[in-house]
């Protein structure tokens, strides 16, 4: 039995403009949707496990009396035939039925345990239920679909039904956090986003009546083409000014500027009121600006707004606090409303890492062909010598990473992780240690319930085995560090944390760098170009260059202080790419398969072709790297690393 949680969803900012953008596939002037959408705290909660039929039960109090068992053969006819009635069901016989035309599976008992989220409220309860379904068959018969993949498995299977949802609606499939969707044509891009500061939202069902399928129906008779002005004000609208709209909303959550997000919330609502509305009788909405003008309500919060298609289905309301979203809470239930509160938590983006240790560590032989150089052990300050692999991965956890990939060379390198991260040492070993060193022990064997392993089995360079990971990392930004490369930070704050606040102003691939001896530049990566800021700690890259030789250096990759000195920027060792990178590896890989001439996969072009289409920015890292590729190198680390 496997229990789940899959929560409704609300979208803050973009409504209608995931259908809007799709009409690009008939209209290429039309401009592409953007929206925020975030999971809610409210939710579906079910057990499910296989069963030779299609089952769906509630034990659920919420829904008692408005619920009745369902039960199908798994057979195509049965479950198009049920996706096609009016019932609940519907949703769910329609992921099941392409669920089984496309994998083949059995059946799956799903029994809803509880359903806090609301029924046709604009919160996307249909959505929500097409997401289990689809995450109920993957998990039972091991799919390995990602989050995008039961998403789009939800959203298909929904539109096998009476329901004309949007690409946005399953975005509950990503769970309680934020996420900015893109709408182009037929393609769905779904970027996580950062938030700064705990945000405080209240949810309230009107508990009214709005017609979802009459508004967009009367909206869709302006697409694909604008043949009058009012037309054209809404392609407007749904484009260029609600681009920049979730431009401006990004920023303020991600700088945690509540009150001015909560004022482009009500400043949105006016423009749709104006824009919009008159476009279809379904939109009329006295309810809703009820408590949008509601005098008692303004004092407790920052800014409001309609909920989905609008109408009188739901509202939302930014709150100033936690102590005005509870007041606010209250004073809507005790206006006979269904209010719910959630609360946006300060999160990063970056949650998954990779380390490639695939290299056999030729520079370090012949020690290599005993231990992996990144199993050498070095002496730390607090009197324990760990392995390095096991430092980086500390510095990992510590900066919020929850995932790590290890990108190996063969999968018999697999055990000696299995062994150190998976297996508790023998019990005359345990006793042998202090109780602080037991407990250690345990923390080793948690940290390896975060690893990932991926193999490059053909040696074509340091990109190639950067992508070995692409999977792992799917659409999400990832950090990148070197398996033969310690870091110490200066702060307290990790090496890897400071680049990672610093990607999560950009959203750009950025890059950790640290100044070097003209001397050294022939053994490092090189980056020029302008610094962004005052303090000179964010540099704008303009050029990048594989060991270059000392004349190239000193003619063309240097950056000048404001005194005219010469500084030279290497990388530091950490790197946070973004898909795009992935995507550039791809490429190069399958040009180079298709020329046959041997060479290598380098991550420097990839981020250098990169860079000229995105932009892409350099890091000063507070801190100090010790590079262990090398003999002088290691015995650098090995004196120096525990005493910094």
């Not at 068992?69 to 769910?92: G, H, I, P, Q």
Request: proline share 4%; glycine share 8%; aromatic share 10%.
């Amino acid at each position: 039995m496997i229990k789940l949680f899959v929560p409704g969803r609300l979208c803050l900012f973009g409504e209608h403009t995931d259908w809007a953008g799709h009409y690009r596939t008939m209209n290429a002037e039309i401009y592409p949707g953007a929206a925020i959408v975030t999971g809610i705290e409210q939710g579906i909660y079910a057990e499910i496990e296989r069963s030779p039929v299609f089952e769906v039960t509630s034990s659920a109090p919420e829904i008692e009396g408005l619920w009745n068992n369902f039960s199908c053969r798994m057979n195509d006819v049965e479950l198009k035939k049920t996706a096609k009635s009016d019932s609940f069901f519907c949703y769910c016989a329609g992921v099941a039925s392409y669920m089984l035309e496309w994998y083949k599976v059995g059946g799956v008992k799903i029994n809803i345990t509880s359903m806090t989220l609301p029924i046709k409220s604009g919160l996307s309860s249909s959505a929500a239920i097409c997401v289990l379904v689809a995450r109920a068959f993957n998990k039972l018969y091991h799919l390995n679909l990602n989050t995008l993949g039961e998403m789009n498995i939800a959203y298909l299977g929904e539109l096998r039904t009476a329901s004309r949802c949007g690409r946005l609606d399953q975005a509950c499939a990503f769970g309680v956090k934020p996420s900015l969707m893109l709408f182009d044509g037929d393609e769905v891009e779904v970027r996580p986003m950062t938030v700064k500061k705990a945000l405080y939202w209240v949810i309230a069902d009107l508990c009214s009546h709005k017609d979802t399928v009459q508004i967009l129906a009367d909206l869709n008779k302006c697409y694909p083409f604008a043949m009058e002005e009012d037309s054209r004000k809404l392609h407007d609208f749904f484009g260029v000014k609600n681009r920049e709209i979730v431009e401006r909303a990004t920023k303020y959550i991600a700088t945690g500027d509540a009150e001015n997000l909560g004022r482009l919330m009500t400043e949105t609502e006016e423009m749709f009121d104006s824009i919009v509305t008159p476009m279809s009788p379904a939109l009329a909405s006295p309810k809703l600006h009820k408590y949008l003008s509601d005098e008692k309500i303004k004092p407790l919060v920052y800014g409001g707004k309609g909920v989905g298609s609008h109408g009188d289905g739901s509202v939302q309301f930014l709150a100033r606090d936690e102590d005005s979203q509870a007041r606010l809470k209250e004073y809507l239930n005790d206006c006979g409303l269904k209010a719910y509160s959630f609360t946006l938590q300060p999160v990063h983006t970056v949650k998954k890492a990779v380390i490639p240790v695939a290299g056999f560590g030729t520079r370090l032989f012949p020690a290599t062909c005993a231990i992996r150089k990144d199993f050498f052990p070095i002496p730390c300050s607090d009197g324990m010598v760990r392995p390095v692999i096991l430092l980086l991965l500390e510095e990992l956890m510590a900066s919020g990473i929850e995932e790590v990939c290890i990108v190996l060379g063969s999968e018999e390198e697999r055990s000696r992780y299995a062994d150190f991260f998976e297996t508790p040492l023998p019990d005359d070993h345990l006793k042998k240690l202090s109780p602080q060193q037991r407990g250690y022990a345990n923390h080793i064997l948690d940290i390896g319930k975060h690893l990932h392993y991926v193999y490059q089995t053909e040696k074509r360079g340091f990109g190639h085995a950067v992508f070995q990971a692409s999977e792992f990392a799917g659409n999400e930004p990832v950090l990148l560090l070197l398996g033969d490369t310690l870091y110490r930070s200066d702060k307290t704050k990790t090496c890897a944390l400071q680049l990672i606040e610093e990607y999560e102003k950009y959203n750009k691939p950025v890059v950790a760098i640290h100044s070097i001896d003209l001397e050294d530049v022939g053994k490092y990566g090189i980056l020029s170009g302008k610094w962004d800021d005052e303090q000179r700690c964010v540099l704008n890259v303009s050029r990048m260059a594989e060991k270059p030789d000392k004349a190239l250096a000193e003619t063309e990759l240097y950056v000048s202080t404001p005194e005219g000195k010469k500084v030279y920027w290497s990388v530091f060792g950490q790197y946070i790419l973004t898909h795009d990178v992935f995507d550039r590896l791809a490429a190069d890989i399958m040009a180079a398969d298709a020329a046959d001439d041997g060479r290598e996969i380098e991550l420097t072009a990839a981020l250098d072709a990169v860079r000229k289409q995105t932009g892409m920015l350099g890091v000063r890292i507070q801190g100090r790297m010790f590079d262990m590729g090398n003999h002088a190198a290691f015995r650098t680390a090995v004196m120096e690393y525990g005493n910094s």
